[in-house]
Each structure stands twice: as structure tokens, then as C-alpha cells.
């Protein structure tokens, strides 16, 4: 048990459309960063956010876009939903200690 | 850039038998290391980390993993598989992201662990 909540679970959605996932982070945790974990391979780095703010960014376009909370939760947005989309979504808080606990994930499945 | 190669794709082994799932690291510094195990659909769980001091590193559920720096490698063991073990392991090197250090991680691509009876 990480502390780090991830909603919804599962989700199915078609192409074109906007989608939210949510996270809950440790207290504490002033770090979140959100992976995108397509089937059969290893976590890719979206994005961090440290003190609400982006301060770190992968090979994501622009449709994917973040918010952090003062409360340690996090949203991820995406906008215009592509096939390609379809994957796990993780995302992490990190301790002082610079380690990184995971979500459970959200399923998301774009027809 | 800062990597990590798993060269192992799929390993199989029987339950009591020992265990090594290889990392190859590339990096500019001396790297803090990781190791996570996946359970089919689940998130990632931390098993240990190296980030200096002695190279041999002791985790969670008995595994350890040799920090080796002449072969840039940080190798998984266990002296003794359980069928628990059975899922995907991913070894993980960190790096920096818009200025704030270790706050990016970058995955190998992943072992599956088979653990026959």
C-alpha cells in the first residue's frame, strides 16, 4: 500500500474525446509525475508537477496537460483522444528521500 | 542520455530455483538505481534502490540487487523463487526534468518473470 489513489480505475472512451484521470498523492509528497504505460512495454514519462506548477516534461503534445492541488491531488487531461492513447496511466508522488511510489493506475481504452 | 536495458524479455524459472534478472545502465554520473515489480494490471511497487554507499542492496521479499560499476550493470537476485514472484520487473534509472534532479524516470523494458511449480 503506496498512499496513492488513482480514479477511475478502468475507462473506455472513443476517439476525439476529452478525458480527466485523478490522483491523490501522500501527504507530504510535493512531487507528482504521471507515466503513460502502453501494453507490453516500460512506463514513459509524461510530465512532473512540484508545487503546482510543470517542471518537467517528456515527448508528450501539447493535448496532454496537467493541475496539481494544494490538497496532493493531481488531474491528467487529454484532449482529442487517439487510438494510440489507449494504455495505463500511472502516476507517482515522490519522498524527500527521492523515491517514487506508484498509483495502481488508470485503464484507459480508446475505440 | 540516461538509460537503462533490461536483456531479458522473458524468464522462466522453477519455484525454489534462484533468480538474476539483469539491468545494463547508461549514465553520465554515478546513478541512483532502481528496481520495481509490476503484478498483471496493478502499479508499480518499489522493491529497492541504490543510491550510494555499499553496492549491494538488500529489498523488499527478499530480493537484492550489486550495484557494479566496471560493467554498468545493477542486477536483481533471490536465492529462492516463490510462485508469488511471478510478474514483470523494471529497472529504472532517474534523470533530470526542467531542471529539477530525479524527478523523470526512465524504464527498461520490462522481464516477465514465469515461476513453474
Known amino acids: 500500500e503506496t498512499g496513492v489513489t488513482q480514479s477511475p480505475t478502468h475507462l473506455i472512451k472513443t476517439r476525439g474525446q476529452q478525458v480527466t484521470l485523478r490522483c491523490s498523492s501522500q501527504?507530504?509528497?510535493?512531487?507528482v509525475s504521471w507515466y503513460q504505460q502502453a501494453l507490453g512495454q516500460g512506463p514513459q514519462f509524461i510530465f512532473q508537477?512540484?508545487?503546482?506548477?510543470?517542471?518537467g516534461r517528456g515527448n508528450f503534445p501539447p493535448r496532454f496537460s496537467g493541475l496539481q492541488f494544494p490538497n496532493y491531488s493531481s488531474e491528467l487531461n487529454v484532449n482529442a483522444l487517439e487510438l494510440d492513447d489507449s494504455a495505463l496511466y500511472l502516476c507517482?508522488?515522490?519522498?524527500?528521500?527521492?523515491?517514487?511510489?506508484f498509483g495502481p493506475g488508470t485503464r484507459l481504452t480508446v475505440l | 542520455a540516461q538509460s537503462v536495458t533490461q536483456p531479458d524479455i522473458h524468464i522462466t524459472v522453477s519455484e525454489g530455483a534462484s533468480l538474476e534478472l539483469r539491468c545494463n545502465y547508461s549514465?553520465?554520473?554515478?546513478?541512483?538505481l532502481f528496481w520495481y515489480v509490476q503484478s498483471p494490471g496493478q502499479g508499480l511497487q518499489l522493491l529497492l534502490k541504490?543510491?550510494?554507499?555499499?553496492?549491494l542492496v538488500q529489498g523488499i521479499k527478499g530480493f537484492e540487487a550489486e550495484f557494479k560499476r566496471s560493467q554498468s550493470s545493477f542486477n536483481l537476485r533471490k536465492p529462492s523463487v516463490h510462485w508469488s514472484d511471478a510478474a514483470e520487473y523494471f529497472c529504472?534509472?532517474?534523470?533530470?526534468?526542467?531542471?529539477?534532479?530525479?524527478?523523470?524516470?526512465?524504464f527498461g523494458q520490462g522481464t516477465i518473470l514465469t515461476v513453474h511449480p
Open positions: 501527504s507530504g509528497h510535493n512531487t
Open positions: 549514465y553520465g554520473a554515478t546513478p541512483y
Open positions: 508537477y512540484y508545487r503546482e506548477e510543470e517542471n
Open positions: 529504472a534509472v532517474p534523470g533530470n526534468a526542467g531542471g529539477t534532479s530525479y524527478g523523470k524516470l526512465t
Open positions: 507517482a508522488s515522490r519522498s524527500p528521500l527521492d523515491e517514487q511510489f
Open positions: 541504490y543510491f550510494s554507499g555499499d553496492t
